[in-house]
């Protein structure tokens, strides 16, 4: 596919990749600085009073006890907040008929889901304002809860939202081809019903936020753990009626956030209207069991899908009908509807399948609201169609790898666009499986295994082809009517000293994206990656961007710091040209030092450039203005999105005695296009797999029927700790995009969009011979014993 | 208000004072009154690690336990160890490893990773694995973390011929 940078002049090989991450050397030696970990004079603290009911009539409020108490600054419910906060709505225009009600920072009227802020107490510190919270009296009339998919699908049960006539949020059907047809005349039809658990986000660093209003200035500044300053900004100055040149956002040390922290969330809201009613910084850190509560949660689907193959193994279409409960409302401002909406699009995504029908239902319930998480609908896309894949390919007898490798996408194919309507540059599918298959020595394991069932010993191995979304272009949520922007922003300046200061819109969370954009810098420019430093995460002292989610860091940031670091080396050249009297063409930058390119020698250093074009212009020629910093904004171009793919594979053994599953081994071959730096890429797809298999085996929110949260802490939500991961192999292809300047791709959902399905299908391996098939994730030993028929 | 109660015990090395009210936990204590924010705090229900101190040499959850309960007694923090040659030595790898991403883990894991090579200097990987599952890090699917401990451990000079 020719894109807009096909014959660009690209760099392979990036400086410092050798070099530890400075902020890890800084986090190693405790000198992190998270919000909660930040100094404030006169600061208070912001606590809320939460729904005890997962559904309810708020019929009287009683704060006057809670007023009373010393150390109490200010308690203010809904109502109290209406003149300086306006409502929200989740809702964007390329949804059409996604529906959601407004929303305050504290529930109004009404309390939709276990854990909703009622009310908002601020006190000298948090003990004093949760000592208050117990001296608040609410009359409550309790309500039917909608909690599980079937009951909010349900015709004649409870409504989340009186006024409107179902549960329904946004439906939406995407068709491609003729799929009745071609299931009327396949050869072999496998259908399943897969339900996947609503699991939560858990960052280490619990969601935080100090709100500091001055009023004689009408100032807000935010010192808020959000990967996505910008977006915060627009939003307090608009809700909060401020001006946005004094709103200031800044992301200081963000303890992971994996999409979690990208949305707005009442609490924080809160926070910002407390300090703008009492003048000073009010702090909100949420406690664990606040997280769970309120924290967005995610993936919780029930899909029931068909595939239809001929006899010799070939993919013909696809129907799936994929229902998602969401909560009460679509959260602000990205809405609940993305989820589903890349799930059904990516439904069969990396085959030649022709046929395609697929139908998503939204549906409210009165859970804690889900929205955007890492991989975004990927493992559910991903989940279902390797599912259906290994069914067919039990079904024909067929080996995993082949059923695959007839039906990927292939390279004289591309580009294209898919059943689910993406359009694909070009992706290595089949030198990936290639890989994949001599990295794991699959024919040994296949032996291993046959040698370990004579023995009663199940193990299982899984195979799972994925594509990923990243690098979201222009048509996202502009056109949509949402004020994030997709394009981002980098000023660039020559320190008299020679050395090299960045400030760049993306932000950093832990990915490493401050060491990637030092190292774009440092290559494009040709300086040592030491002479680079990197600001991030403030509003005021960086350009206006989209920030740092969907994986959209390295690609379209570190374009944008190539753009802005050859424009820069430019005028470096010109003053080096005019400061020596030669010609700027004949000279590069090589190592921090200006030289002759045809004789390969130094003729002026960075730092000797530095001092004569800042303190002595005036060697220089009459009206010569020397410029030494530049700002370059880049736009992300050609399609909508990138796409990476890989596949994954998980080697594991079932108990059948226990149900529990034992992970062995775990190998993943990603292709993200330029590798800027090859530990980084490691380490998000390992850490992004560990996501997916704590996802397929441990995570789950669990409610009771009345639609209580009973997994609040960390004892009761199981992650994933070392003791139960293995070790993760990785191996990699490169295919470059020609639709950014610098050729990298993404890499953030990569490891969770198939980690899943792998595991999946290799516990329905394991199980094959007893004729037990999973399909309820997470896979607890209490599933798999039901499934084995032992409980 | 609360009471308050005065409180001496050693910090990292240094005897200290403090007036602390009977609730404080000792997390808060060193974060809010003493500004040592390096001892982070992740659930405040002895699940997740980050807050991991050692108290008379022993980890300890610094969220499960009253300020008060130290007194006389010898707490380390992750903010200690300056002259530790093993705890130098581990900051390096995890930072050359990437051992860590967004860093809220780091100090608890870098005492449980201090912790286990004193007790069994050259680990293998399944002992570091079992060792450190009372820290979680939802960053780096931990393999980077067993890496950066093994290197350590096996690594060390001053630990040869220990085991």
Known sequence: MSGPYENIERHTQFVGQDKPRRNAVRHAHGRGKFVDDIAFANLAHIAFFRSPYAHAEILNIDVSEAKSLPGVVDVFTASDITDICTPWVGKLDHFPGLRSPEQLPLANGRARWNGEAVVAVVAETRAIAEDALELIDVDWQELPAVVGIDNSRSKDGPLVHPEYDSNEAFVMELTAGDSADAFANADIIVEDTLELGRQTGLTLEPRSIVADFDPSMQKLTAYHSTQTPYQMQDIFTRHFNLSEENVRVISPDVGG?????????????????????????????????????????????????????????????????????????????????????????????????????????????????????????????????????????????????????????????????????????????????DKLEKLMDYSALRTEQAELRERGIYRGIGIGVFIEITNPGPAFYGVGGAR????????????????????????????????????????????????????????????????????????????????????LKENLLEIAAVILQGDASKFDIVDGE?????????VISLPELGRIAYFRPDTLPADYHPQLSVTRHYVPQGTPFDFTNGVQASYLEVDTETGIVKLLDHWVVEDCGIILNRQLVDEQIRGGVVHGLGGVLFEECLYSPEGQLMSATMADYLAPLANEMPDIHIAHCETPTNMTPLGAKGVGEAGTAAAGAVVLNAVNDALHPLNATLRTTPLTPERILTALGKI | ???????SFKLNGRQVEQDVSPRTSLADMLRNQ????????????????????MVDGKTVRSCLIFAIQLEGAEVETSQGFDDDPLMEALRDNFAKRNA????????????????????????????????????????????????????????????????
């Open chain 1, 257 to 433: 956030s994996f999409g979690m922290k990208l949305h707005v969330y009442g609490e924080e809201m809160a926070a910002v209207a407390a300090s703008i009613r009492i003048g000073r910084p009010v702090k909100f850190i949420a406690d664990r069991m606040e997280s769970f509560l309120s924290d967005i949660h995610l993936r919780e689907h029930k899909v029931h899908a068909r595939m239809a193959l001929t006899k010799e193994g070939d993919i013909l279409a696809m129907q799936v009908d994929d229902a998602t409960g969401i909560g009460p409302f679509s959260v602000y401002p990205r809405t609940s509807a993305m989820e589903g909406n890349q799930a059904l699009r990516l439904m069969g995504a990396p085959y030649k399948m022709p046929h395609y029908d697929g139908k998503l239902t939204v549906l409210f319930q009165n859970k804690a609201p889900t929205c955007q998480y890492r991989a975004v609908g990927h493992p559910i896309g991903v989940m279902t169609t390797e599912h259906l894949v290994d069914l067919a390919a039990k079904k024909l007898d067929m080996d995993p790898f082949e059923i695959r490798r007839r039906n990927v996408t292939t390279q004289d194919m591309y580009p294209l666009k898919t059943a689910g309507g993406y359009i694909l540059e070009r992706l290595s599918h089949e030198e990936c499986l």
């Open chain 2, 1 to 7: 208000m609360d009471p308050r109660c005065a409180l």
């Open chain 1, 594 to 602: 200006v030289i002759d390119i045809a004789t390969k020698r130094a």
């Open chain 1, 484 to 567: 994030i922007s997709s394009q981002d922003g980098c000023f660039m300046k020559l320190e008299p000293s020679g050395k090299i200061r960045i400030a760049v819109s993306v932000t950093e969370q832990g990915q490493g994206t401050e060491t990637v954009m030092a190292q774009v810098a440092a290559t494009y420019l040709g300086v040592d990656i030491d002479h680079v430093d990197v600001i991030t995460g403030d509003t005021e002292r960086t350009p206006y961007g989209g920030a740092t989610w969907a994986s959209r860091g390295a690609g379209i940031g570190g374009s944008t710091v190539m753009v802005a670091a050859l424009a």
């Open chain 2, 100 to 163: 860590l991403q967004c860093g809220f883990c780091t100090g608890g894991m870098l005492l449980a990773a201090r912790d286990l090579i004193n007790m069994t200097p050259r680990p293998d990987r399944n002992e570091i694995r079992e060792h450190i599952s009372g820290n979680f890090c939802r960053c780096t699917g931990y393999e980077a973390i067993v890496d950066a401990i093994w290197k350590t451990a096996h690594e060390m000079p001053s630990l040869e011929g220990k085991k």
């Open chain 2, 34 to 53: 003493m500004g040592l924010t390096a001892t982070h705090i992740g659930c405040e229900q002895g699940s997740c690690g980050a807050c991991n101190v």
